[in-house]
Structures are given as structure tokens and as C-alpha cells.
């Protein structure tokens, strides 16, 4: 769809979001390596193969597929979390992380000494010797009853994961899976805009004020990623 435009300035937001722009702003080149890239197999970059097995597991239990879409695993939030702890975010940089380390009220926040990239590697490795104890298996070989009902048994924080709260390690995994579901599929999730779709979301369109307060009158246009992609 081309958005209308009078001005120079309307001309280029009209183009955000569509692959116009990127090809108008001198972007080809990278539109079309992220387009390369997205049509081989992802390989994790921080978690190892035992790891990677357990993440995609995790995330198909905690986002599942429906009658509405396919599960978290297929939408790509693995590929999401992985990508994320090589950035400042997963090194813990955005956050203040001196002493003292003490047990918080939840509206504190995070109080642990671990950025997420080592919380993750000590949860996972801690959570797949609590299922080979409990059941004799890893996490990812176990039937998905069993790994719904020992995502469960974290929720509820009634155990450490090595030095993490289980309750700690499942919130910061939900929290993950969620965002990786919805994100823009430039950081590695929301496959297919699948996510955007299920909500109806538009995505990175420059322009979609015309539907805003109109309450329950559907968004007649599919959604578009930051780099161009369209459902």
C-alpha cells in the first residue's frame, strides 16, 4: 500500500516501515543480507546444543500453539533470547549491578548478582539435573505434560535452580519467550509477523493514525516489519 504524501517529509515517512525505504535511504545492501539470513537455519551464537534444546522446548510450552497460530519455538523466540545475550542487555550493562545482593519486594526489581546470560546458563544446566532426578531425562526429552508440569513447579518458587529463585529463572524466561513472540522480526522472533498477526498489531507502518479510538473496527492492512517484511 503507498501512503500519500505532499511533502518531502510525508514522502519519507510514508516509506518507513516498507522496503522503499530501505532501498530510498541507501539501505538495499542490509535489506537484503537480513532477507539472506532469514532463509537459513539459525545457529545459536551463546547457548550450547543441550541449552538450545531446552530453550525451544521451554518456549513451546510457555507460548503453545492454538487454533490461532503456531507455538513460541516456531515463532522464533529462541532465536530472540540468543540473540539478546550478546547485547548489553544480556551482559547485564543496562542494569546497576553492585552490592549489596539482598531479597527484595518484587517492586524492587531484579536483586541478583547474575546478568541474564549467566542466569540462563546456571538455570538451564540446574533445571535439567531437577528433571533427570525427577524423571531421568532432560527437560526437552520429556513429554510435554511433564515439561508443562515442571515449568510449573519454577512458577511457583517453591526451589532453587543452583543460586536462582526457580520462580526468578521462569519469570525472566516468560518474559523473554513473550517479547521474542512480539518483537519486530529484526531481533530474531515474531516469524512470519505471526505475532503482529495474532494481535492485529500494524507493525512498523509510518501512518495508521485513521484507526486510532475507533473501538472495535478492525485494522483493515496486514502488519510491516522495520526492515519491509510483510504477513
Not at 503507498?2 to 530501505?22: D, E, I, V, Y
Not at 532477507?35 to 550450547?48: A, G, L, W
Request: charged letters at 20%.
Amino acid at each position: 500500500m503507498k501512503l500519500p504524501s505532499s511533502t518531502r517529509r510525508n514522502f519519507t515517512a510514508g516509506l518507513l516501515g516498507s522496503t522503499s525505504f530501505w532501498i530510498y535511504g541507501g539501505h538495499k545492501v542490509w535489506a537484503d543480507a537480513l532477507q539472506s539470513e532469514s532463509s537459513r537455519p539459525y545457529q545459536p551464537q551463546y547457548f550450547t546444543s543441550e541449552e538450545w534444546r531446552f530453550l525451544n522446548a521451554a518456549c513451546a510450552r510457555i507460548f503453545p500453539a492454538d487454533a490461532h497460530g503456531p507455538d513460541g519455538a516456531v515463532l522464533g523466540a529462541p532465536e530472540f533470547i540468543d540473540r539478546q545475550m550478546n547485547t548489553p542487555y544480556g551482559h547485564g550493562e543496562l542494569w546497576y549491578m553492585s552490592g549489596p545482593f539482598r531479597s527484595g519486594a518484587p517492586n524492587l526489581g531484579y536483586q541478583l548478582s547474575l546478568p541474564p546470560r549467566d542466569l540462563y546458563r546456571q538455570s538451564i544446566e540446574a533445571a535439567n539435573a531437577y528433571a533427570r532426578q525427577l524423571k531421568g531425562q532432560r527437560f526437552d526429552e520429556l513429554e510435554p505434560s511433564d515439561q508443562i508440569a515442571l515449568l510449573k513447579t519454577f512458577e511457583q518458587g517453591k526451589m532453587m535452580l543452583g543460586a536462582v529463585p526457580a520462580h526468578t529463572f521462569f519469570e525472566q524466561l516468560r518474559q523473554n519467550t513473550l517479547e521474542g513472540v512480539f518483537s519486530d522480526p529484526l531481533y530474531g522472533g515474531n516469524k512470519g509477523l505471526a505475532g503482529w498477526m495474532l494481535l492485529g498489531f500494524p507493525g512498523a507502518r509510518a501512518d495508521f493514525m485513521d484507526w486510532v479510538n475507533q473501538k472495535g473496527a478492525p485494522y483493515p492492512f496486514g502488519p510491516v516489519s522495520i526492515s519491509g517484511e510483510t504477513a
